[in-house]
C-alpha cells in the first residue's frame, strides 16, 4: 500500500481550511485518512502552517509521498533536511548543528522579506502622496486658468453692451422738424422790441414821479404866491424868515471883512 502526504480541504464556504494528513493513494479525495499530521491555513495573515516534525518523518521512513504543496510545508520547517541528514547517517550533533545554521538563515530571509514589505508600503504611501499632490496642483491650475479665462469675459461683455447701445442709437431715426414748431419761434423773435417800448414808459414814468417828489423850496414858494396875488401858507413863511435869519449874519461878517480889507 502506498501513502501520500496531502491537503484535505476543511472550513466553510469561500473560508477554507485544510488539514495535512497521511492517506491511501487509492482512497477517494475526501476519503477517509490515517492520520492527522497538522494544518494549513490561508486565509490568515501572516498564514499559518503546522507540522508533527516526528510523525511526518515516521511516514516519510515508510515510504510516503508527500505532494508539491506538503514538500514545501516541509522545507520550510527544515524537515525535509532533517530527513536528508539522517538518510546520509550524520550524527545527531551534525544534525543539531546543520539545523542551527538553516535557522538563522531562516530568520535572516524572513527579516529581508518583512523588509521588502514595508518598503513597498512606503512606497505606495509616497506613491498615494504624490498622486495627491499632483492631483491637487491640477485642480489649481485649472481653478486659475477658469479665472483667467473669466476675466476677458468680463470685461467684454460691458463693451459688447455698449457697442450694442450706441448701434440701437444709431439705428433710431432723427426725428422730424414740424412746421408748427417753427412758427413759435419766428413770433417770438418777431416780438422782441415791445418790451423795449415798455422800458421807454417805465423810464418816463420814474422821472415825472421824481420830479413829482422833489418839493419846491420856501422862497420860492413865497415868490410865486406875490406873483399870483395870494398869501402863502404860515409854514412857507415861517421857513422863509428862518433861511433869511440864518443868511444876514453870513451878509454881515462879509461886510467887516472887505471894511478890514480896505
Do not use: C
Not at 502622496?129 to 499632483?134: C, I, L, P, V
Amino acid at each position: 500500500m502506498s501513502v501520500k502526504l496531502r491537503l484535505r480541504r476543511m472550513g466553510k464556504k469561500k473560508k477554507p481550511f485544510y488539514r495535512i494528513v497521511a492517506i491511501d493513494s487509492r482512497a477517494a479525495r475526501n476519503g477517509r485518512y490515517l492520520e492527522n499530521l497538522g494544518f494549513y491555513n490561508p486565509i490568515s495573515d501572516p498564514v499559518e502552517v503546522s507540522v508533527k516534525e516526528e510523525r511526518a518523518l515516521h511516514w516519510l521512513g515508510q515510504g510516503a509521498i508527500p505532494s508539491d504543496t506538503v514538500r514545501s510545508f516541509l522545507r520550510r520547517k527544515g524537515i525535509l533536511l532533517k530527513w536528508h541528514l539522517m538518510k546520509s547517517g550524520a550524527d545527531e550533533a551534525a544534525i543539531d548543528q546543520e539545523i542551527e545554521k538553516w535557522k538563522t538563515v531562516q530568520l535572516e530571509h524572513e527579516k529581508r522579506a518583512e523588509a521588502l514589505v514595508e518598503q513597498k508600503k512606503r512606497d505606495k504611501a509616497k506613491e498615494k502622496k504624490e498622486e495627491a499632490n499632483k492631483a491637487a496642483e491640477e485642480a489649481k491650475a485649472a481653478e486659475e486658468a477658469k479665472k483667467e479665462e473669466a476675466k476677458p469675459e468680463a470685461t467684454a461683455e460691458p463693451e459688447v453692451a455698449a457697442e450694442e447701445v450706441k448701434a440701437e442709437v444709431a439705428e433710431q431715426p432723427e426725428p422730424e422738424v414740424k412746421e408748427a414748431d417753427t412758427e413759435p419761434e419766428v413770433v417770438s423773435k418777431e416780438a422782441k422790441p415791445e418790451p423795449e417800448a415798455e422800458v421807454k414808459e417805465d423810464v418816463k414814468e420814474t422821472d415825472s414821479k421824481q420830479e413829482a417828489s422833489v418839493e419846491p423850496e420856501p422862497e420860492a414858494v413865497v415868490e410865486e404866491a406875490k406873483t399870483e396875488g395870494t398869501e402863502p401858507p404860515a409854514e412857507v413863511k415861517e421857513e422863509a424868515k428862518a433861511e433869511s435869519d440864518k443868511a444876514e449874519p453870513a451878509g454881515d461878517e462879509s461886510a467887516e471883512e472887505k471894511e478890514k480889507k480896505i
